[in-house]
């Protein structure tokens, strides 16, 4: 991860969390790690709960637990209620800033800790999903201190959300299942960075590929880009592999389920287990069969038609695979590294406490610029003369 790692070495020049405490909720996974030693070498004492009781690596959450200015609140996968308990432990640490990733940490410090949310200076969100809840609290003048929204990053979106989660989705799809997605009709419900990815990746794999949307513009876009689009009840009797990446809920729900052929395959890649109605799914069966491959559960129909949910419901490309690659990470966990620096170090105007903020855009060509540097890739720069020609307006044709 050279980003991070020239990050990394910034931080530890100067500092910019000398004596903060950061309470960080996040996937539990060596690229985590590789984030925390650069915020503790910017000076910072580190707190770590998992984000999803499914995805945390325990030989991770060992190794980082030993290290100094770290401590980690995380076995894979725990139950509900330890998972929460896991977030109060780390609230415990009376943090002076958070990094979340889905917001049930800044979720339970406002519900069940308020007593803390006075004294944090502010915070990231990793998730589309979680920046989505942040927006719904603020928008209801119950979020307490300034979050950075990193999803909305460009090189983040670009890197991490199309090309790393396009990917890693069908690494976990096809641990779990061995498929040949040549010829297969792949229904991937949502056109955002993420679904656009998986989209692309399955035409890639010889898919034929449906779009399902809500957007309108978006749906447009799929469609210049050569997919088809039609809504999820139309595409349920043909799919044979449906892959949510909306944010949504109960996006396959029961009246779809009950159309899928014979061996159709479920899997989301959308941060919360919501997007499959699962309760539907169970309450259509007659036969559970979980295991019949790992992170496979086979669901026998009263008409004896077999639905294959992949990896629970849950985020497959963590929980059947190993997450988006350190690469793509490499320039998400960067731009959340730098935002939280600079919220550390800003001096925000008083409407920003309690206001989601976007990423600085000078983070976003900071954290481009480095990952150009790691591939030794050289850009032309603007000449006096053509910085003068763009910033003026008498001149034209
Ligand atoms: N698996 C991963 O590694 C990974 C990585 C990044 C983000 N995510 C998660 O994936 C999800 C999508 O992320 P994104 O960045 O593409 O978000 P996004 O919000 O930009 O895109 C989601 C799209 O889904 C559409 N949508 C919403 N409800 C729908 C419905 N019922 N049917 C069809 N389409 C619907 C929206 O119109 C939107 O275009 C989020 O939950 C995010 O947290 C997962």
Sequence with gaps: ??????????????????????????HVTPETAVLVRVLTAGGARVHLAASNPLSTQDDIAAALAAEPGVAVQARSGVDRGTYYEHIHRVLDSEPDLVMDDGGDLVNTLHEARSELVGSVRGGCEATSSGAARLRRMAASGSLGFPVVAADVSATRRMIDHKYGTGQSVFDGILRATNTLVAGKTVVVAGFGPCGSGIAERARGLGAQVIVTEVDPVRALGAIMQGFRVMPMRAAAPGAELIITATGSRDVVGAAELAALPDGAMLANAGHFDVEIDVPALTALAIEVNPGVRPNATEYVLADGRRLILLAEGRVVNLVAGEGNPAAAMDTSFAVQALALAWLAGSDLEPGARGRVLEVPAAIDAEVAGLALAALGTRIDELTPEQLAYLDSWRLGS
């Design 1 to 26: 991860m050279p980003v991070l790692g020239m990050v990394r070495a910034s931080f530890a020049d100067r500092l910019p969390f000398a004596g903060l405490t950061i309470a960080c909720c996040l």
